[in-house]
């Protein structure tokens, strides 16, 4: 687990209304987000029933797309 540290910016009534984290935090929590998507893509691409392609045939694929436009 993360551990985060906020700092807590309060209205006049003492209600939190922004947390403030160090730059360290702020960049774990981008990076832990960034895999999670990754995460997030490669099982949604193992529900797909397409037959997976090799990456050069991939690119011959993006390379013809690219001639069309």
Same mark, same amino acid.
């Given at each position: 687990?993360?551990?985060?540290?906020?700092?807590?910016?309060?209205?006049?009534?003492? /209600?939190?209304?922004?947390?403030?984290?160090?730059?360290?935090?702020? /960049?774990?929590?981008?990076?832990?987000?960034?895999?999670?998507?990754?995460?997030?893509?490669?099982?949604?691409?193992? /529900?797909? /029933?397409?037959?997976?392609?090799?990456?050069?045939?991939?690119?011959?694929?993006?390379?013809?797309?690219?001639?069309?436009?």
């Amino acid at each position: 687990m993360i551990a985060i540290h906020p700092n807590f910016i309060t209205d006049e009534k003492g /209600k939190k209304i922004s947390a403030v984290i160090t730059m360290k935090e702020f /960049k774990t929590l981008i990076s832990e987000l960034e895999e999670l998507e990754d995460i997030k893509l490669y099982d949604e691409s193992k /529900k797909d /029933k397409e037959p997976a392609v090799s990456r050069s045939k991939a690119m011959a694929m993006i390379e013809a797309e690219k001639q069309i436009l």
